[in-house]
């Protein structure tokens, strides 16, 4: 067994499942149980742990971990000195990170942050609401809040909340509206200060990145592959979508009077339904779809 160990954690709670996910796209194999939190990986040279991702930057900082992913808003709650940081968008396709915003029922008289001024104000993310205020040089009353956050404003326990949301839609459902945004955030593989300074950790924890990565790039992607003769390469060119770069490879023939080509590229899966069918009319012959596990820039 190597004795070399890269203590990485992994988020128990909602980014469990999509960090696992992640991971096995990855080319990792994880197994996690019910019991136990300290999880199963296929790579000697990693030692997982489980934590809720609200505690992961601070013990990265600490030492703790070498490495490990959590949301880039746990990162400002904590004021977490953390020396590397890599953006992992899991869910790409959204396109949006998620945000904490200050909410406020729709009849209330709060119409601008100054507004909060006295006020009570629950939220989880205390920390990171409380320099947002102090910066607006508001002075409010800030609870933590254990969950349930959006019924204490429509219950009229607090006059504001501070909640995580993507598109605002269970907000309207219950009757609130948003005011400002505190922050953004996205999930990130973030390292501590003194591992990224050893050379076999900082490049396992590259690796790992790259790995991870690879693998949310390729998230709602297929490969296509097709062969097309001389005369039609330019038609089937012209069907594929565009600012794409395919591989076009010459194919072995015997009669070099009427070559043919393997055209190769990757696109979006949502694109294929609509496309297969005009690349078969455009004169593409063998046309094979299949599906990408990492796509590494």
Not at 2 to 17: D, R, T
Not at 49 to 69: F, H, P, T
């Amino acid at each position: 067994m190597s004795k070399k160990l890269l203590k990485i954690g992994l988020p128990k709670g909602s980014l469990q499942e999509a960090t696992v996910r992640l991971f096995e796209r990855a080319g990792f194999k994880v197994r996690i149980s019910s019991r136990s939190y300290t999880p199963m990986i296929d790579d000697v040279e990693l030692a997982p742990m489980l934590l809720r991702a609200q505690e992961m930057s601070r013990y990265v900082e600490q030492g703790v971990l070498d490495c490990g992913i959590t949301g880039k808003d746990w990162v400002i709650e904590n004021n977490s000195k953390i020396d590397w940081q890599g953006e992992l968008v899991y869910a790409k396709q959204t396109s949006n990170p998620v945000r904490w915003v200050i909410a406020v029922p729709n009849n209330s008289k709060i119409r601008k942050v100054e507004d909060l001024e006295g006020k009570r104000i629950a939220t989880e993310l205390v920390e990171a609401t409380r320099a947002y205020l102090k910066k607006h040089k508001v002075k409010a009353n800030i609870e933590f809040s254990w969950g349930a956050t959006e019924g204490k404003v429509s219950a009229g326990l607090v006059d504001a909340i501070v909640e995580l949301t993507e598109t605002g839609s269970s907000l309207k459902a219950n009757n609130l509206r948003i005011v400002e945004t505190i922050c953004e955030s996205t999930t990130q593989f973030v390292a501590n200060v003194d591992s990224v300074k050893d050379s076999w950790k900082k490049q396992k924890m590259q690796d790992i990145y790259t790995l991870l990565t690879g693998a949310v790039e390729a998230e709602g992607k297929v490969g296509i592959k097709m062969n097309v003769s001389d005369a039609q390469l330019k038609q089937v060119m012209k069907a594929l979508p565009a600012m794409k770069r395919p591989t076009v490879s010459k194919l072995w023939s015997a009669n070099d009077e009427d070559p043919w080509w393997a055209v190769e590229t990757i696109l979006e899966e949502r694109q294929v339904k609509a496309l297969i069918p005009r690349l078969k009319g455009a004169g593409a012959e063998g046309i094979i779809e299949y599906p990408l596990n990492k796509v590494i820039h």
